[in-house]
């Protein structure tokens, strides 16, 4: 074992480990704590709030436990190309108050948010005196849209857009994200095209488009939100006008539980 976060300590067991030992639950064989490991160190994986009698472990394995029995997390394919060869369970959840929701003129947004504490560096840990050096965490979002159902969709059309009427498709055209810190000060913002390259068409009742992308940040906690623009019909064939879609604020912070 040559990983330089726990070279040197004693008594320590590394139950699970990622195929290329990047991310790595350890556990503290003289009290039973668990930690996952980051770039430069171990974190808690269980919340430190909590009071433990040599049975951090097993409280962790149960809040697991418990998660998959709730449908927190889902059992799907990860990998697009491969498709069914890529099943496993996947780590967003998938349940409040990590996932939010939201419909904009029958367009749902589901949103949810994963800490990587592998790709993450604490300046807690770093010894830099002639450096100011600040935390560096990554965190990965995956978003999903959806057009509801005609009858669906009309409970949610804005009296401000005339008549209410179901839309029989509609095209993402750009994307506008507000990233906020600890203090809820804007840290940064995001515009541009599309969305990883690409411009979903939805249809009501079609399969949810979903995508990922990570953005770092400097404090445990931090905030999301933001607009998307679509236009009914497509791009190339619009068949009314253009309008916002809402994300609703979803958190950016490291999790009591962490797995």
Not at 47 to 63: I, Q
Not at 65 to 86: I, M
Not at 150 to 158: C, G, R, T, V
Request: hydrophobic residues 35%; contains cysteine; negative net charge.
């Amino acid at each position: 074992m040559q990983n330089t976060v726990i070279r040197g300590k004693k008594n320590v067991a590394v139950p699970v480990a990622s195929y290329n030992f990047r991310k790595f639950f350890s556990v503290d064989c003289s009290d039973a704590s668990v930690s996952v490991s980051t770039r430069s160190s171990l974190l808690p994986a269980t919340p430190s709030s909590m009071t433990y009698d040599n049975d951090g472990v097993l409280v962790w394995f149960e809040e697991y436990a418990r998660r998959l029995e709730t449908s927190w997390y889902e059992v799907a394919p990860l990998d697009d190309e491969t498709g069914a060869e890529s099943t496993s369970i996947c780590l967003f959840p998938l349940q409040p108050p990590i996932m939010v929701s939201e419909v904009t003129r029958g367009v749902q947004v589901r949103a949810t948010t994963l800490f990587v504490p592998e790709m993450s560096v604490r300046a807690t840990t770093l010894f830099v005196p002639e450096m100011s050096v600040s935390d560096n965490l990554l965190f990965t979002y995956s978003i999903r849209y959806s057009l509801l159902e005609p009858d669906e969709q009309l409970k949610y059309w804005p009296a401000t857009a005339g008549p209410p009427r179901s839309l029989a498709s509609c095209q993402l055209l750009n994307r506008h994200w507000i990233i906020k810190d600890a203090a809820g000060k804007v840290a940064d913002e995001v515009e541009g095209p599309g969305v990883i390259g690409k411009y979903p068409i939805l249809k009501p009742g079609g399969k949810e488009f979903v995508y990922q992308s990570c953005t770092y940040q400097q404090e445990s906690k931090g905030s999301m939100e933001g607009t998307f623009g679509f236009v009914e019909g497509s791009r190339n064939s619009p068949t009314g006008g253009e309008w916002d879609v809402v994300c609703p604020t979803f958190q950016l912070q490291v999790p009591d539980f962490i797995y």
